[in-house]
């Protein structure tokens, strides 16, 4: 990442990362996520918050520097058990923990669901039910840190998801038409007001995949870098290729996505608190209890549900 032929625009030392040198380039980031903390008020110091940690970058960063902001946080894990791989990174998590003094959750498919995200998955798919890996993946562990985080006391879930991120996930929802789903997103995501769910809140959302990378290389965080084995071929990693490959042409293409999200979907969620027509095709969705389990779903049975439901026929 280091460019010796260029110099940091705050002074002489090589550039690191977004035309600047190491320091310079720390302190930038760090304040974006505080601005991104104040402009979108996701917590305060004086509530008690989640970190959800995977053993990724962008987790690990993020609740490193809520921790070095003085924020009152902690780390919880979900342990899909993939292997090797989640266990390697549920060792970096503790890790991490360890090093920087920070209280750890850990929670596990195998303890909730009895399996673990490969058994769920060829299980659904002998039931004939088509969820992708990344599918069963998403819902099950929104379910368990939801809970947990409840069980716990915890104001908020922090999960670290990034400009990149967020850019990949509204053109999805843009290509399907779903303007229902696209107001979900956001630096504060879920039901909003509906106590059944603890807000989940994105520090990173302003932070670019490469600054969070840069970021958490700078720190030598002991994290994985590559991708989840179950990922390769995913419906998303599609968007993600796509957006990357527009980025090296049209920078910065990531930016404009969310700013103009930002000044036009994300101001919708105000229409839909006061429950009000946003035109004549849209009406706000109320949120149901499912049938099953008594969670928040928009449907009679929640995903999660469908997907256990399929493990016991």
């Known amino acids: 990442m280091k460019d010796k032929k260029k110099h940091c ?3 002489e030392k090589p550039i ?9 380039f720390m302190n930038y980031f760090e304040r974006k996520i505080i601005r991104t903390i104040l402009k979108f008020n996701l917590f305060s110091k004086k509530d008690r918050v989640a970190v959800a940690v995977s053993g990724g970058k962008d987790s690990t960063v993020c609740l490193y520097v809520l921790k070095k902001l003085g924020y009152n946080v902690e780390a919880i894990t979900v342990d899909v058990l993939i292997g090797n791989y989640t266990k390697k990174n549920l060792d970096n998590i503790r890790k991490v923990c360890k090093k920087y003094n ?30 992708s890996s990344c599918t069963i993946c998403g819902v099950l562990r929104r379910y368990l840190l939801n809970k947990y985080a409840k069980k716990l006391g915890f104001d908020c879930i922090c ?7 967020e850019a990949q996930a509204f053109v999805m929802n843009i290509f399907r038409n779903d303007l229902q789903l696209a107001k979900r997103q956001g630096p504060i995501t879920g039901a909003g007001a509906n106590k059944s769910f603890v807000n989940r ?15 958490s290389r700078m720190m030598k965080f002991p ?11 995913a419906y998303r990693k599609e968007y993600a290729d796509m ?5 090296k042409k049209f920078s910065p293409t990531k930016y404009n996505i969310i700013s103009f999200f930002l000044r036009t979907i994300y101001n919708m969620k105000d229409e839909t608190v006061r429950k009000e027509k946003i035109n004549d095709e849209i009406e706000v969705k109320e949120i149901n209890a499912c049938q099953y389990c008594g969670e928040p779903c928009s449907k009679e049975v929640c995903k999660r549900c469908e997907i256990l439901i399929a493990l016991k026929k």
């Open 159 to 165: 999960t670290g998801h990034n400009l990149d991120d």
């Open 9 to 11: 625009l705050k002074c």
């Open 243 to 247: 957006l990357d490959k527009f980025e």
């Open 102 to 131: 920070i209280n750890l959750h850990e929670v596990s498919f195998k303890d909730d669901f009895g399996k673990s995200l490969p058994q769920i998955e060829s299980a659904v798919h002998k039931k004939g039910i088509g969820y």
């Open 223 to 233: 994290v994985n870098y590559g991708d989840c084995p179950c990922r390769e071929g």
């Open 201 to 215: 809140v994105k520090p990173l959302y302003l932070c670019t995949e490469k600054e969070t990378t840069a970021y």
């Open 16 to 24: 690191y990362c977004s035309n600047l040198c190491h320091h310079h």
